[in-house]
């Protein structure tokens, strides 16, 4: 199975999430960085030409004004939710913007109608810089993943891991699985983020994102067997090289911050990811548009485990 990609021109940290109805449900960081946008298609070679609708804009002030990125969209209990940050401004503290994280809600059939409603911010218990949520159930329990500061040790970003009460609260104090330590992980700035869950042969993959978002992006990988507790860092192992990154001779740069899907039978595996298609960026590449959405198969190991391959035009 393979793609023409990239598939959606200038839409970042992707996410792709296929329904019970049948339809391909898609959001994405917009270049604006000012709302979220949503749209749907019977197949995923429709979804660019899909109509999309803004579900939430951003208001003109308070904590939820500026940058918002990195929208995901759950179908969890009847009951459809967006996790996304936003920051109350543009400004840079401490060497970081200031997003924290928000969830919207709508119970509507299909989301594009909503009404849809902000449930408000999720307290991790750490009041610093945390953005890319991602939530998955597993084995009765549901978990949120997510990226986020520690001001007590080096580094712009780690990934932690809770369960939760509900979908838009944590049901116990947050544990951490991964911090950039690796020199790949370390590029620019030090940074774990954008985390997204696979659950097949029995273990539990948790991709992630590496390094600055330039040409130097990559994803990492964690793992635990499926019946290892998740909130035990000592389940999980990670990977000492990256396992999806930059490709000169395909001319993709930077893949990362990808989200999973299956084809339209159910028996692909799918990877969603933004890519770069050059390298000279003028200016800082968080205001450059061109992070592209791509999709590609995941092939399998005869042990079990996902292999990315190089991107794919």
Not at 122 to 142: C, E, I, K, N, P
Not at 144 to 163: F, R
Not at 245 to 262: I, L, M
Request: hydrophobic share 35%; with cysteine.
């Amino acid at each position: 199975m393979s793609f023409h990609n990239p598939l959606i021109p200038q839409r970042a940290d992707p996410c792709i999430y296929r329904h019970t109805d049948g339809y391909y449900y898609f959001t994405a960081s917009v270049p604006e960085y000012d709302r979220i946008e949503l749209r749907r298609a019977a197949t995923l070679e429709a979804l660019p030409a899909a109509p999309t609708v803004d579900i939430w804009r951003a208001p003109p002030s308070g904590a939820t004004s500026s940058l918002i990125w990195a929208p995901e969209i759950h179908y969890i209990d009847g009951a459809w939710y967006v996790y996304f940050a936003a920051a109350p401004s543009r400004e840079i503290v401490d060497g970081l913007f200031q997003h924290r994280m928000y969830v919207l809600r709508t119970t509507a059939a299909n989301p594009l109608d909503g009404p849809w409603e902000t449930l408000g911010r999720v307290d991790t218990g750490l009041d610093s810089f945390s953005l890319d949520a991602t939530s998955f159930a597993h084995r009765g329990q549901r978990y949120y993943v997510w990226a986020q500061k520690d001001p007590a040790i080096t580094g712009n970003s780690n990934l932690y891991i809770a369960p939760m009460k509900t979908p838009w609260q944590l049901g116990a104090t947050p544990v951490m699985l991964s911090k950039p330590e690796f020199d790949w992980e370390i590029q620019g700035f030090w940074v774990n983020e954008g985390p997204s869950v696979l659950i097949r042969h029995g273990k539990v993959f948790i991709t992630y994102s590496a390094s600055a978002t330039d040409e130097r992006y990559c994803m990492g990988l964690l793992q635990a067997p499926v019946d290892a507790d998740p909130l035990d860092p000592a389940s999980w192992t990670k990977s000492a090289q990256p396992v999806f990154g930059s490709c000169a001779e395909r001319e993709v740069y930077g893949p990362g911050h990808n989200s999973f899907t299956v084809s339209a039978d159910g028996g692909t595996d799918l990877i969603v990811y933004h890519a770069r298609n050059y390298t000279e960026i003028v200016g800082d590449p968080l205001w450059n548009p061109d992070r592209h959405t791509c999709v590609q198969a995941i092939d399998w190991s005869a042990d079990g485990q996902p292999v990315f391959g190089l991107p794919q035009r």
